[in-house]
């Protein structure tokens, strides 16, 4: 059933922002392989490009000024 504060102030259970979360992570990250972090830094630059390149493209702004 729902209360009324859940319905007001969605809670996300599965996120976490505390220091040491960020610490796990960085360390997971660091005992990766250096391909592994190389392919990843790869994929993320080819992905931010293509949807930038993408929404710059097509953008309603883009095309009133054009």
Same mark, same amino acid.
């Not at 209360?3 to 505390?18: E, I, K, M, Q």
């Not at 960020?22 to 990250?29: D, G, P, Y």
């Given at each position: 059933?729902? @209360?009324?504060? @859940?319905?007001?102030?969605? /809670? @996300?259970? *599965?996120? #976490?922002?505390?220091? @040491? ?6 360390? &997971?990250? #660091?005992?990766?392989?250096? +391909?592994?972090? /190389?392919?990843? /830094?790869?994929?993320? &630059?080819? *992905?931010?490009? &293509?949807?930038? *390149?993408?929404?710059?493209?097509? #953008?309603? &702004?883009?095309?009133? +000024?054009?």
């Amino acid at each position: 059933m729902w @209360s009324r504060r @859940s319905a007001t102030r969605p /809670v @996300s259970r *599965g996120l #976490s922002a505390s220091p @040491s979360s960020a610490r796990w992570k960085i360390w &997971l990250i #660091s005992h990766l392989d250096i +391909i592994t972090r /190389v392919r990843f /830094v790869v994929w993320l &630059l080819l *992905g931010l490009a &293509l949807y930038f *390149g993408f929404s710059y493209r097509n #953008s309603k &702004l883009n095309n009133a +000024i054009n």
